[in-house]
């Protein structure tokens, strides 16, 4: 593998408060130099590409993705998953659990590295299940777990219901420092619930999932953050309320975090109506799509607006935003749920929830915070590089200092693109944004020296 | 008005206009209906299944009726012998039936949005007769029908329905068809039932029965459906009867002139005492008639939309 020399890009490494043109020098897998000492010491034979007018940065890092694998590889595989996330940026992701079989024993998880080895594009992180099968019942071998190597721990698909089992969890965990992240819906109050509980639910007759089934969750995990001093990572947070205990919480110093998903932040439940609703109401003025015939249409009841958590309201989007912005949610992620066209084809309440997100995700997160002026390019990197890498405990990942990890990811946030389902890596097609016009793309996703996705 | 849709999904999405034209022409055929020879020939060759997914008695029957006045040919559908107990989804059910040339797909459905689904997969006309707790036009329409026939109009009103709101589709039609003509409406029954955000559909929300029907023309009460009502909605029947039953007592604290209408299948003694459903101000068997007039209709617009014009027939 050549050493690769980046020129005169627009580096930008929140880790290092850097943001200056500059040239990268990638070799042996690694950061070599940033700035001018990168030219200077590149050897001659080495691979130069001139990426000028381009921002250059640490490679995203995307900590909820389900990658299907074991088991359900209709949905999406290693190799179609990882390769959506090069083309969407990602050079390192954490893949969920919840696979046939679940992530509960030390195999699967060598399973997983293994294939990721032979087939992966970008790197491939495993968070371990808390609970066995996740049936939320006993302790999956957390240190067996950790040992083999997951990054984190949760149940997502599922929440652990059981408070005392919770707290044994997180107190079990603090022994190996390990991330427990939790998929925030309290069962007994959320029940069949498909939609955010409020005017369009019950206009659609949609069995409502109301709000407080996360933020009683969030507020659990907050108080047992605080009393076992586990680390607790609130997973797509979704609800006002979710956003109001972790700012309260987080200012006391409870080891509790959370991220959100742009689905979350751009969408609201006023899109289960159909385009015409939407576009009338919450998403008058969205990414100043001013001519009609620029907004996208969808029918009412359609599925690929089904996800769990559920699409909320205009005041919940909103708490969501400003939670960015402030900094109580220091993580973006895309919680990539892709199904096959025959399960979601059927009725709303029938389909399962879930929506890919890997090949929009950056470039919703641009439109919306950083088109709209909330956040700045710098600060939305964060969010995907630092703020992950930090808490998954990847000291060589989220920053191009000397030594990291060749994790690149080169940007044009000025690029106009259109979302097609010819296009896309993935093996599903169930995203809302396809036909969306979109600005700002990864053009470039370097994953250990090596390129994995070039436009 | 020429009618120019290819299906009935719900009120929601219908003109003012759209839903007086239906009411007018269901007028036109329910004097058919009294007549010796109550079929007509509109529907003649054409093929109607009635693809109920979840198990209906009136409504499937008064739907195979006003086919068959129509001349329609009739294919009944249920779930419980059919294909989707194996598996196969609904969509592929229903291509199999239009492969097999059917022309009108009247679904019953427990899911919200089925209809809607089916329609866009379909070139078949689909007729929603009822998707969970989302909609059931016909018994909407035929509700104001019967509303019309009895005061002379609809704008100016005051409606009350009464009972289990949040999973009734039968409470969503009538709420967004009486408010296009000009109806108020008054929502009352416990909270758990009738939650304000009701409200933000244009109804008035209240606990209170006797202020909820003092001044009103219609009540309109709803089944409490104990099928798929949990525990946790009101502590028993006795007490939903002793705080919401329509009574002898409550009847006479009402407008004289009062309508109590009931979609049915009514339980008697429990939203209504029998002597009510059976007494003087109730239209519920009117309802009934009226309900195979008002899908004649809908059946006859639907075909003229997309198979010719109703001259033609």
Redesign the interface.
């Known amino acids: 593998m050549k050493p690769l020399l980046l020129l005169h890009g627009r580096v930008i490494d929140p880790q290092q408060k850097l943001d200056a043109v500059a040239d990268v020098l990638l070799a042996h897998g690694k950061v070599v130099a940033v700035g001018p000492e990168a030219a200077a010491k590149a050897p001659p034979d080495a691979d130069r590409l001139d990426v000028q007018g381009k921002v250059v940065c640490p490679g995203l890092i995307d900590l909820h993705v389900h990658l299907r694998e074991p088991g359900q590889s209709a949905k999406e595989t290693i190799a179609t998953g990882t390769a959506a996330a090069a083309r969407g940026g990602f050079t390192t992701i954490v893949c969920m659990p919840n696979t046939a079989p679940v992530i509960d024993t030390p195999g699967t998880v060598s399973w997983i590295h293994e294939k990721s080895k032979a087939e992966a594009r970008v790197n491939v992180l495993v968070a371990g299940a808390i609970t066995k099968g996740l049936a939320g019942e006993e302790l999956a071998p957390i240190g067996s777990l950790h040992k083999a190597g997951v990054v984190a721990i949760t149940d997502d698909g599922h929440c652990v219901q059981n408070n005392e089992l919770m707290r044994r969890a997180l107190e079990y965990s603090t022994m190996f420092g390990l991330l427990v992240m939790d998929h925030c819906q309290d069962y007994s109050l959320v029940t069949q619930g498909v939609a955010h509980e409020?005017?369009y639910s019950?206009?659609?007759?949609?069995?409502g999932w109301p709000a407080e089934g996360e933020e009683l969750i969030v507020a659990r995990n907050i108080l047992l953050a605080e009393r076992t001093g586990a680390r607790v990572h609130c997973q797509h947070l979704s609800a006002a309320g979710s956003v109001r205990l972790l700012r309260e919480a987080r200012s006391r110093g409870v080891p509790v975090s959370g991220e959100a998903c742009p689905h979350h932040f751009v969408l609201t439940d006023a899109a289960l109506a159909g385009s015409a609703e939407f576009w009338r109401t919450d998403g008058k003025g969205l990414f100043g799509y001013s001519e009609e015939a620029a907004k996208p249409q969808w029918?009412?009841?359609d599925t690929n607006f089904k996800m769990n958590p559920p699409l909320r309201s205009a005041a919940d989007r909103e708490a969501i935003l400003e939670g960015l912005v402030d900094g109580t949610i220091e993580v973006l992620a895309s919680d990539h749920a892709p199904h096959c066209g025959?399960e979601k084809?059927?009725?709303?309440?029938?389909a399962p929830f879930g929506i890919t997100g890997l090949e929009t995700g950056l470039a919703l997160s641009l439109m919306q915070l950083c088109g709209s002026g909330r956040l700045t390019l710098p600060q939305v990197i964060a969010k995907y590089t630092c703020g992950p890498a930090k808490l998954l405990g990847l000291a060589r990942k989220g920053s191009l200092a000397a030594g990291c990890d060749a994790d690149v990811t080169v940007i044009d946030p000025e690029t106009e693109w259109v979302f097609q389902p010819e296009e896309t890596a993935s093996k599903s097609r169930n995203s809302p944004f396809y036909g969306w016009p979109l600005k700002g793309r990864a053009v470039l996703t370097i994953v250990g020296g090596k390129i994995a996705w070039r436009a | 008005m020429r009618w120019s849709r290819k299906d009935l999904l719900d009120l929601q999405s219908l003109s003012p206009e759209e839903i007086t034209a239906i009411l007018d022409t269901a007028r036109e055929f329910k004097a058919v209906g009294g007549r010796a020879i109550k079929k007509v020939p509109p529907l003649r060759g054409r093929t109607v299944v009635n693809l109920f997914v979840e198990p209906s008695t009136r409504t499937r029957i008064s739907f195979e009726l006003a086919a068959v006045r129509l001349s329609a040919d009739v294919i009944n559908f249920t779930a419980e012998a059919s294909s989707l107990k194996k598996g196969e989804t609904l969509k592929d059910t229903a291509k199999n039936l239009q492969a097999l040339r059917a022309d009108f797909i009247i679904i019953r459905h427990s899911a919200a949005g089925a209809p809607h689904f089916l329609a866009r997969v379909l070139d078949a006309h689909v007729v929603n007769a009822g998707d969970g707790a989302h909609e059931h036009p016909t018994q909407g329409l035929l509700d104001v029908f019967t509303m019309r026939e009895h005061k002379g109009r609809i704008a100016g009103l005051k409606v009350t329905i009464l009972g289990d709101i949040l999973y009734s589709r039968v409470a969503r039609s009538n709420i967004w068809a009486l408010q296009k003509l000009g109806a108020e409406v008054t929502l009352c029954g416990p909270p758990t039932l009738v939650p304000p955000i009701f409200r933000e559909m244009g109804c008035r929300v209240t606990a209170n029965l006797d202020d909820a029907v003092a001044d009103a023309d219609v009540v309109n009460l709803l089944r409490i459906q104990h099928e798929r009502q949990r525990q946790t909605m009101f502590p028993s029947l006795g007490e939903y009867t002793s705080l919401f039953g329509i009574t002898r007592d409550r009847l006479k604290k009402m407008k004289p002139d009062v309508l109590i209408m009931h979609p049915g299948p009514i339980n008697r003694g429990v939203e209504v005492e029998s002597d009510v459903a059976d007494g003087v101000h109730s239209v519920i068997l009117e309802q009934v008639t009226n309900g195979l007039a008002v899908r004649m209709a809908a059946l006859y617009l639907i075909n003229g939309a997309h198979g010719g014009t109703p001259e033609e027939n």
């Open positions: 409020g005017y019950t206009m659609l007759g949609l069995r029918p009412a009841f025959h084809e059927v009725e709303f309440d029938f």
